[in-house]
C-alpha cells in the first residue's frame, strides 16, 4: 500500500497591532486575534456573531451544554466557551503549529477535564459515534492561509455537522468571500439541514458572514429573544441587542 504524502502545512506567526495580538497563517490574513490584556474578549464582530445560538437556548442551561469548534484560530471561541460560559468545550484542528500557537501566544488553557483540543481531520473526527447527537453548539471556521471559501463545504459534510447537534442544537458558520460563493455555501447547508433551519446576519464590514442552523428549525417570538438577549449582554458582554435587529431567518 503506497504510504500518504505527509501535509505541508503553512507557517504560523503572529503580529501586533496595539493591544491586539492576531494569528496568521503564512499570509497577511488574519485567522483570529486576542485582547492582551483581556484574553477571553472576543474582537471581532463576526466571532462575536459566532455566538448568536445562545439566543435560541434557556441561559440558564448553557454550562450544562457541549460547544464543539471546528477550526481552532487564535482559540477565541473555545477559551469563550470553556472560561466565561463554562460548558465543556473541544475544539478539532489540523494543524499542530496552531494550538502550539494558541497556547504560547494566545493564552489557549492546556487541556484539562472541560477542555480539549483534538489534532484531527475535522470532516473525519466528527463521524465518530461520541459526537452524534452530542454537540449543542457546533461552530464551523475553516479557512487556509488563502482565506479564499470554507475548506469544508459539502452538502456531505453538513450534514455530517448535522448529525451531531442535539436536538435543541445549532451550528454558526462563518462565510468568508464572494456572494456566489456564500450563496454557494448557504445552498448546501439547506440541502443537510432544510431552509427553514437556516438563519443569517448581514455581512460584516470586514465581509463575513455567520450564518446559523438549527437541527429542529424554531421561530422563537421576539420579546423571548429580546429577553435573552439583555441577559446574554449583561452576563457575558456580547452586543446580543443588536443581534436581535439585524439576525433574520433566511426563509420567511
Known sequence: MARKAPITFPEVNFSEEGPIRHLHL??????????????????????????????????????????????LGAGSLTKFCHKELKMKTTAIELNPQVLHA??????????????????????????????????DALQVDLYDEEAAAPVLD??????????????EGCMTVNLFGRSSSFDNSVDKIAEAFGEDAIWA??????????????????????????????????????????????FKPVKT
Open 201 to 246: 446576519f448581514k455581512s460584516t464590514r470586514e465581509g463575513n458572514t455567520v450564518v446559523m442552523a438549527q437541527r429542529t428549525p424554531s421561530r422563537p417570538k421576539r420579546a423571548l429573544m429580546q429577553e435573552r438577549a439583555e441577559f446574554i449582554q449583561s452576563e457575558w458582554g456580547l452586543p446580543a441587542d443588536k443581534w436581535v435587529r439585524v
Open 26 to 71: 503564512g499570509s497577511e490574513w488574519i485567522q483570529g486575534s486576542m485582547l492582551v490584556d483581556a484574553p477571553t474578549v472576543l474582537v471581532h464582530e463576526y466571532i462575536q456573531r459566532m455566538m448568536a445560538w445562545l439566543l435560541f437556548v434557556d441561559p440558564q442551561t448553557v454550562k450544562k451544554r457541549q460547544a464543539l469548534q471546528l477550526g
Open 102 to 135: 494558541c497556547r504560547g501566544w494566545f493564552k489557549l488553557p492546556a487541556d484539562n477535564s472541560r477542555m480539549q483540543v483534538v489534532l484531527a481531520d475535522a470532516a473525519e473526527e466528527i463521524k465518530q459515534e461520541k459526537w452524534l447527537g452530542a454537540v
Open 154 to 167: 459539502s452538502a456531505a459534510f453538513y450534514a455530517d455537522c448535522r448529525a451531531t447537534l442535539t436536538e
